[in-house]
């Protein structure tokens, strides 16, 4: 049904920026999620942000509270993930899903549609 691409991964040195999108290619139900998710070598797969289409509301990670924000343009079908202060172990390719549910889950296992992710190096 919907399709996720995410952009706007790259290189970047300790304490920049990104802002990675995600472009949905359908209109997702009012009672979803989008979540952001990352993947270090080596490592699972970890919940970084989350926001709900039904009320708006976000929930983040412990480790990228006040660095990351999580925001959404409906008109354009996109979920942004503004990432700043970033820090070496913020490296990882970094996927975003949807839950078809009505509250923000950490779970990699509740998501049901993910993108192909976009790598993003933070260099000491």
């Known amino acids: 049904q919907v399709q996720l691409v995410e952009s706007g991964g790259g290189l970047v040195q300790a304490g920049g920026s990104l802002k990675l999108s995600c472009a949905a290619s359908?209109?997702?139900?009012?009672?979803?999620?989008t979540g952001w998710f990352r993947q270090a070598p080596g490592k699972e797969r970890e919940f970084v942000a989350g926001i709900s289409r039904s009320d708006g509301s976000t929930a983040y990670s412990a480790s990228v509270q006040g660095r990351f924000t999580i925001s959404e343009d409906g008109a354009k079908n996109t979920v942004y993930l503004q990432m700043n202060s970033l820090k070496p172990e913020d490296t990882a390719v970094y996927y975003c899903?949807?839950?078809?549910?009505?509250?923000?889950?950490?779970?990699?296992?509740?998501?049901?549609?993910w993108g192909q992710g976009t790598q993003v190096t933070v260099s000491s």
């Open positions: 899903a949807v839950d078809w549910g009505r509250i923000i889950r950490a779970g990699v296992s509740e998501y049901d549609v």
């Open positions: 359908a209109r997702t139900f009012i009672f979803s999620v």
